[in-house]
């Protein structure tokens, strides 16, 4: 069964520094791409950064030089590094894969960046 769990999410204040994590079981780990996305209620969900098996990655504009991908194959883990945070970065943040052909989601973390 493939699990992805997410960890790491709170209020915080604008500025600040979070770390999400994202563990994962069923999949073999560094062979898959792996993705993080955010969603506001009511818009559509945004593809945040992404990492390759090879840690090559890739941000959204609006994250770029303020948010860090990485990967710990012994770990089975992605994390999200979010330094400098804003207001509208405040969102449910999802880790994502797709294991041989199918789509898997974590349950979300909810980041709230207020005063």
């Known amino acids: 069964q493939v699990k992805l769990v997410e960890s790491g999410g709170g209020l915080d204040q604008p500025g600040s520094p979070l770390r999400l994590s994202c563990t994962t079981s069923?999949?073999?780990?560094?062979?898959?791409?792996m993705k993080w996305y955010r969603q506001v209620p009511g818009e559509q969900r945004e593809l945040v950064a992404e990492i390759t098996s090879d840690s090559t990655t890739n941000y959204a504009d609006s994250v770029k030089g303020r948010f860090t991908i990485s990967r710990d194959n012994a770990k089975n883990t992605v994390y999200l590094q979010m330094d400098s945070l804003k207001p509208e970065d405040t969102a449910v943040y999802y880790c994502?894969?797709?294991?041989?052909?199918?789509?898997?989601w974590g349950q979300g973390t909810q980041v709230t960046v207020a005063p």
């Open positions: 069923g999949i073999n780990f560094r062979e898959n791409a």
């Open positions: 994502y894969t797709n294991w041989k052909g199918r789509p898997y």
